[in-house]
């Protein structure tokens, strides 16, 4: 194969796309669609608790969009880390959405769904074979905590992606893959070279995120070849320029000339971009290094259930003396945690008291903490085994920041000004990441099993 | 004297996976670009001292093609954990802004 074209609708499922973006590029007769549904840029709460990041309508918006393209032009759509995190529960919700779309289209079609989340058993002995490794910085792990972890998913390189495009799938949904991998799969099967498309597949997989004027979110077009590659926006309104580019692969990135994939790393050290017209750029000189193949691990476990209290102060007798007002506050607040649930409850709870308008965004290394306006926002925030236990410890906390006194004002005052009612908010269950691992899977399927489905 | 805000056309921050986060300042073109970098103003220790952390544990970039300075580091917690503040780590550049770059 000489040339290959491949579109990436947009950075993620369920973020949208034009719709007239679609058409345009689907008129390249592009050899796949790819499209990214993940992210841990929200935090573990979606592997957590098995929950997606965009909302279901949004997801579904977009899925039929690509569902129905991949059918009309007989091409494979991959999707990768479906729902966010690519969980089993977040493979399972995508499914759904794709069974829900193939009756109302009243279409059928073979689908792939590649687990990405294997049995707890299986990652235990490959950690007791020391063949799970910690990157750098990564918190400590040991047996246990990996066996109660809630989820853990094994992020996939390509050759998933193309096991199930051999078998004749024409939509696969992923659990956690690489973003990078649901568009280098097919070049590489196709014998393009590595390099080019790692590389290419870094750029495409936010979408349009490496165009110079994102105003929307949409797509873009890759032509791969085997010297080059040139992108292109689907949106004939947006550009890219060789330096919108290049800076992507400094985005959300830690080393902008090594990003390292499940095979080894692609080393962009030297990269050459270059404009092909005002909107397309062509880039060649990427290099792919290959390495010893790992799998990185992600894991998710629960950390409690958090309740919280919103409120505000606006009073300078009370703001000339924040410090120490909430202070006392707080030894208020621990004495009748104390009180309710006895001293034993004491390493069992975390508080925090956020105060934006001094360092709510930056905490401790905040170099202004000492300036601050004419009002200020208070949020105390309660982390327990249950919610129950956490609401009574939010209910208990507002209540005395509400009437927490100052020596100038005599009799009872009310500090605090909440913008709820009730002013006592229950967050559910929360979450902590708990891997920043590599696993050394004896094979690339190793981790992962595909299931075929027909909707 | 001028500050970054003013030679810069992107100062950010965000999470680089929920462990590390970084920081990119970009410019609009060579010179400018060539010209902070030469000041040597955007140092390890620099970041090492916004984040707290030893200078060695500040990896920093000088990336040529798109006219960036990028710096990486551990994320003072990891993301999502009790004590976050910033899940994205969207906000945590904040002293770049007006920093001073002499020449």
Redesign the interface.
Same mark, same amino acid.
């Given at each position: 194969m000489k040339e290959m074209r491949y579109i990436s609708p947009t950075g993620m499922i369920g973020s949208g796309f034009q719709e007239a973006s679609l058409k345009r590029v689907l008129a390249c007769d592009p050899a796949f669609i790819g499209c990214d549904a993940g992210s841990?840029?929200?935090?573990?709460?979606q592997l957590g608790a098995g929950k997606p990041m965009f909302a279901r309508q949004a997801c579904k918006r977009d899925l039929r969009l690509l569902i129905l393209a991949a059918l009309q032009q007989r091409i494979p759509l991959l999707v990768g880390s479906c729902c966010g995190a690519g969980g089993r529960l977040n493979l399972e919700w995508t499914w759904d959405i794709v069974q829900e779309i193939a009756r109302e289209e009243s279409v059928s079609f073979k689908a792939a769904v590649i687990d990405a989340e294997p049995p707890r058993e299986y990652l235990v002995r490959k950690f007791r074979e020391g063949r799970v490794r910690p990157?750098d910085? %990564?918190?400590a792990l040991d047996e246990s905590l990996l066996a109660g972890a809630d989820h853990v998913v094994c992020m996939m390189g390509v050759e998933p992606f193309q096991e199930a495009v051999d078998n004749g799938a024409q939509v696969v949904l992923a659990g956690r893959s690489s973003d990078t991998s649901i568009f280098a799969a097919l070049p590489v099967k196709a014998g393009f070279p590595p390099g080019l498309a790692w590389h290419a597949a870094k750029i495409l997989e936010c979408g349009a995120a490496a165009v110079v004027n994102r105003f929307t979110p949409d797509g873009m077009l890759c032509t791969m070849r085997h010297d080059e590659f040139i992108v292109e926006p689907a949106n004939p309104e947006m550009r890219c320029t060789?330096?919108s580019v %290049?800076?992507h692969?400094?985005?959300?990135?830690?080393?902008?000339?090594l990003l390292y994939e499940p095979s080894g790393a692609l080393d962009t050290r030297n %990269?050459v971009?270059e404009a092909v017209d005002e909107r397309r750029v062509r880039v060649r000189g990427s290099a792919f290094q290959a390495r010893p193949y790992t799998v990185k691990l992600?894991g998710a476990r629960l950390?409690g259930y958090q309740s919280l209290v919103i409120g505000a102060v606006r009073d300078p007798v009370i703001l000339g003396q924040l410090e120490d007002w909430l202070a006392s506050m707080r030894r208020r607040i621990v004495e009748r945690i104390d009180s309710i649930f006895g001293r034993d409850m004491a390493s069992r709870y975390?508080m925090?008291l956020?105060v934006y308008g001094r360092d709510?965004?930056?905490? %401790?290394?905040e170099?202004e903490r000492g300036r601050i306006g004419h009002e200020v926002c208070l949020l105390l925030d309660f982390?327990a085994d249950d919610q129950e236990t956490a609401h009574t410890m939010a209910a208990s906390g507002g209540h005395i920041a509400l009437h927490h006194p100052v020596p100038e004002w005599h009799g009872l005052i009310s500090g605090v000004a909440f913008p709820y009612a009730p002013h006592v908010i229950d967050r559910g269950p929360?979450?902590?990441?708990m891997l920043?691992h590599v696993l050394e899977p004896a094979s690339p399927m190793e981790p992962f099993r595909i299931d075929y489905r027909r909707p | 004297m001028a500050r970054l805000r003013d030679l810069a056309k992107m100062i950010r921050s !965000?999470?680089?996976?929920?462990?590390?986060l970084?920081i #990119?300042i970009?410019f609009a073109d060579r010179p400018t670009y060539e010209r902070v970098k030469g000041s040597g103003v955007v140092s390890r220790e620099l970041i090492a001292g916004?984040?707290?952390i030893d200078a060695g544990q500040v990896?920093l970039?000088h990336?040529d +093609?798109?006219?960036?300075i !990028?710096a990486?580091v +551990?994320r003072?917690t990891?993301?999502? #954990? +009790?004590?976050?503040?910033?899940?994205?780590a969207g906000?945590?550049y904040?002293?770049l802004v007006d920093l001073e770059v002499p020449g």
């Open positions: 841990t840029d929200d935090g573990p709460y990157l910085p %990564a918190p060789p330096v %290049a800076a692969t400094l985005y959300e990135n830690a080393d902008p000339f %990269a971009y992600e950390a975390h925090n956020r709510g965004v930056m905490g %401790a290394r170099p982390l929360v979450y902590r990441f920043n | !965000k999470n680089a996976g929920p462990f590390e970084t #990119d970009i916004m984040f707290g990896r970039f990336y +093609p798109a006219y960036a !990028k990486s +551990p003072y990891v993301s999502g #954990d +009790p004590d976050e503040t910033d899940v994205f906000q945590q904040a002293q």
